[in-house]
């Protein structure tokens, strides 16, 4: 079958701005696939480079070597298949959690009544649906999270890519969040490629796992196909028997990069 | 009684007003002729006429604007002068800062150039502006313009350097094009910095006009003053004066309630509007 999303062979170097000399490949020779419906999570210890790889796969960040493919088609700029949840807050302040939700489709040329009856619906779908006049400062974390959510699928991308979009929300919310996209997700069955430095998370929520070692010059170095069934809550999966042996199958492999990366990291402090 | 006036949250107005008072009634005592023996002075007329008398000023103020009826076409002048040197420096600022900000290389070739200006004590330009725009408002709205044009393009430039790249990265994904981008990111991102700095860019233009009347015109508030200067009328100098202030607060006030409105989403310190 065509991937949705095939990322060949990637390399990603930076060259320091300060000393040209200096340089620093986060990610080397990464090929990575995601077809068409497949939730797939990235996990890895931190400054790994998995954001840099769903930057590659967003066409955000032109990869060193290697291509990106979109359902075959080789990529060139901004990826219009994909809708991107980015880590830290991406919403417009100055607009209301409406029109934020309607950007896209307002930058689409989709006429404006028709661009806000889709915006009320998808907010009503993610749980906000009397917040559309709000402004983002007047949301809670979790709000602008799912206004987020919304502002992404209102488009209905065949890919959506996810950057630790949960990471800063509290335990409860989160829990909420991951089976509210799981939900949706079920619904439309888009290629998803999920970063996210929790393993729980990761095995909760996808049909495959993928660890990177740690960085410099991060590659995959293990690949684990999560066979519980759907749908699943992400509270109750936890304590399913096969749940703990995938989690203790794939810390196995993790463990030991996570500690490297702490050392690094130490030997640099 | 005390309790009734005792300065609090409640009576601030009353106190402020009360201070205003004191003022003037202290100015009244210490420059009536013939009220207090001198204390600085040789004779009991010369502290009236280097200070002025509030009495007196208040009564030129109602002449002017309700006796003679003769300061209505000045204001206009000076406000017209104020207005326009503000529209277009803003304009001019905000255009120049954008196009900068997004142009790295015209900003690195003429960076030297713009410290130097904006370094310039400008106001030394308003004889220059005189000789080119001639005595009327064009030579004030001028100097007004140079004045505001830096203050709108620092915090344009800026503005539009410090967008959120998440913000930047997310409008880019959702499909905007680069003339979207300036439209619905740029633009408003660097819009609330110019907000930021209406408070001074509308003083500073209102500096402009009433310094570039004072140094040569026909007309405005400033042409009142020079000309009461140069008669030794101080009460008539300080009466412009209290008009300029008034005029100047009424200015600042208005671009409180334009920010007030435009500015909505802007989160103020200290409001809990968290659901």
Known sequence: MLAALALEQITCTFVSRDAPGQRYTAVRDVSLAVAPGEFVSVVGPTGCGKSTLLNVAAGLLAPSAGSVRVFGEPLAGINARAGYMFQSEALMPWRTALENVIAGLQFRGVPDAEARRLGEAWLKRVGLGGFGDRYPHQLSGGMRKRTSLAQTLVLDPDIILMDEPFSALDVQTRQLMENEVLELWAAKRKAVLFITHDLDEAIAMSDRVVVLSAGPAAHPIGEFAIDLPRPRDVAEVRVAPRFIDLHKAIWDVLREEVLKGYERQKRAA | ?275
């Open chain 2, 1 to 275: 009684m005390w309790s009734l006036i005792k300065p609090s949250q409640r009576t601030l107005r009353f106190w402020q007003i009360g201070v205003l008072a004191a003022v003037f009634v202290v100015w009244h005592v210490l420059t009536k002729p013939g009220l207090i023996p001198p204390i600085f002075f040789d004779n009991d007329r010369q502290a009236a006429f280097f200070f002025g008398e509030p009495i007196k000023i208040f009564a030129r103020i109602w002449d002017w604007f309700f006796g003679a009826r003769d300061i209505y076409g000045h204001l206009w002048v000076t406000l017209l002068e104020t207005v326009l040197a503000f529209a277009i420096g803003t304009a001019a600022g905000l255009a120049v800062g954008l196009w900068l900000a997004l142009s790295p290389l015209a900003a690195a070739i003429l960076d030297p150039y713009i410290k130097a200006l904006n370094s310039m004590p400008r106001v030394i330009l308003a004889p220059i502006f005189a000789v080119w725009f001639g005595l009327g408002m064009a030579s004030k709205v001028a100097l007004g313009f140079t004045l505001v044009f830096f203050i709108v393009f620092f915090n344009v430039y800026q503005g539009v350097k410090e967008v959120s790249p998440t913000v930047l990265a997310s409008a880019r994904m959702l499909g905007a094009s680069q003339r979207q981008l300036l439209r619905h990111v740029y633009l408003p991102s660097a819009t609330s910095w110019v907000f930021s700095s209406l408070h001074t860019s509308v003083g500073l233009a209102f500096v402009g006009a009433v310094v570039g009347e004072y140094l040569g015109s026909a007309r405005g508030v400033g042409y009142l003053i020079l000309q009461a200067e140069g008669t030794f009328d101080i009460n008539t100098v300080m009466a412009g004066i209290l008009v300029l202030t008034a005029f100047a607060l009424a200015l600042d006030w208005a671009v409180g309630v334009v920010e007030r409105r435009l500015m909505k989403w802007q989160p103020r310190s200290g409001e809990t509007e968290k659901l």
